[in-house]
């Protein structure tokens, strides 16, 4: 069976980033905690776990403590880097750039005196960093997922960011919806290509072979997606965590099978699949 792996798959610059220095800082010893888990992708959370890392839910869980504190990727509230400063910690801050730079706009817009729409997934850990920088910088803030959400009162002046992992045609119908209203928003377009770009080679793979695997952490949202769209282009789609799971039974009679795997999937679990896969 010939194993096609999709050209951009796995873990993103930001994840990669996250991974390599919570690698480090575990290396270096001493005791080290993650705020939340490190990514969505369990088997790696657990081997950071054996390796000593441990995962917090929250600062109040470090009080009394002392190490290393690593931030994650998704990046933390202006309130919680205060918190954490205050502490006996080192801090080891793996927040992607690209989140960074959504936060620094969103407390932009805020600044500029304009009330903020950010257009993501509330509760997420991300959002609610932009809400809180918008919210520190004297803005109001609107979470909205997507055009139909938004709020009648909103007027100018106002201000659009997007959560990194937005699709463009969501941030944009948020901002055609703002102009239909006769507002002019400010747009900031925060979107990361990461995860539109494995879902478009996903799918381009997909419609090509017999059957695909996504690799990926099932309470990861952006690998739960790709699933759904390689299921679209591909019927015979199967969503592994790991290469222990793979079934020969399900690639019986194919020629060709495509690995694609989500943004929180690093390089040795895509290995280890497409390993297994060109065994069988
Ligand atoms: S998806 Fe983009 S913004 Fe999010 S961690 Fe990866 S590179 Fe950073």
Redesign the pocket.
């Known amino acids: 069976m010939k194993v096609v792996r999709a050209e951009k798959a796995g873990a993103?610059?930001?994840?990669q980033r996250a991974l390599d220095l919570a690698q480090h800082v575990v290396e270096e010893g001493g005791c080290v905690y993650t705020l939340g888990p490190l990514i969505h992708n369990p088997q790696v959370v657990s081997e950071l776990e054996a390796r000593g890392a441990r995962v917090v839910a929250g600062v109040d869980e470090l009080a009394g403590r002392a190490g290393t504190v690593v931030i994650r990727?998704h990046g933390v509230t202006p309130a919680t880097r205060r918190s954490l400063e205050r502490l006996d910690f080192a801090v080891v801050d793996a927040t992607?750039p690209?989140?960074s730079r959504a936060q620094n706009a969103a407390a932009e817009l805020a600044s500029q005196g304009c009330r903020v729409v950010v257009v993501g997934e509330a509760g997420h850990p991300e959002v609610e960093s932009l809400v809180a920088y918008a919210q520190e910088a004297g803005g109001r803030v609107d979470v909205v997922a997507d055009a139909r959400s938004i709020p009648d009162d909103v007027s100018d002046p106002v201000g659009v960011v997007s959560q990194?992992?937005q699709m463009k045609e969501n941030l944009s119908s948020v901002v055609e919806e703002l102009k239909r209203r006769g507002l002019d928003p400010q747009v900031k377009n925060t979107i990361?290509s990461?995860?539109r770009s494995r879902q478009d080679y996903a799918a381009a793979l997909g419609s090509t072979v017999d059957a695909m695997v996504v690799i990926g952490g099932r309470n990861s949202s952006n690998t739960t997606r790709l699933f759904e769209i390689c299921e679209a282009a591909c019927p015979r789609s199967f969503h592994v965590e790991s290469a222990d799971e793979l079934d020969p039974a399900w690639f019986s009679g194919c020629a060709t099978v495509g690995v694609t795997a989500g943004?929180s999937t690093p390089e040795s679990q895509i290995a280890a699949v497409c390993g297994r896969l060109e065994g069988f």
């Open positions: 993103c610059y930001g994840v990727s992607c690209h989140v990194t992992t990361c990461a995860t943004a």
